[in-house]
């Protein structure tokens, strides 16, 4: 999706790692969710509380519930606000 989207010269930003966030959740690929995150900070692109939720969601559907906590740290740590979907993932 993403080497489609440079092909096109579409720019990978928050809206877009969320669609692709949310692929992987209900793919139950948490090893590419979290790649993806990962890559966001490389990129430099704005983590919000919803790719935070869905990271989140990845990890817990992988049942991986150290990355899932760590990632709940980040999020305090980075300032990001939890919610309802954040603390139910």
Do not use: P
């Not at 980075?78 to 919610?83: A, E, F, H, I, K």
Request: aromatic letters at 8%; hydrophobic letters at 40%; one cysteine or more.
């Amino acid at each position: 999706l993403f080497r489609e989207m440079a092909d096109s010269r579409v720019e990978r930003n928050t809206i877009t790692y969320s669609v692709a966030l949310s692929a992987c959740v209900k793919a139950q690929q948490w090893g590419w969710a979290l790649r993806l995150f990962r890559e966001m900070s490389d990129r430099s692109v704005e983590r919000n509380t919803i790719t935070y939720s869905s990271a989140v969601s990845a990890c817990e559907k992988g049942v991986q519930w150290v990355q899932a906590l760590q990632l709940f740290r980040q999020m305090a740590d980075s300032r990001v606000d939890r919610n309802t979907i954040t603390c139910n993932a």
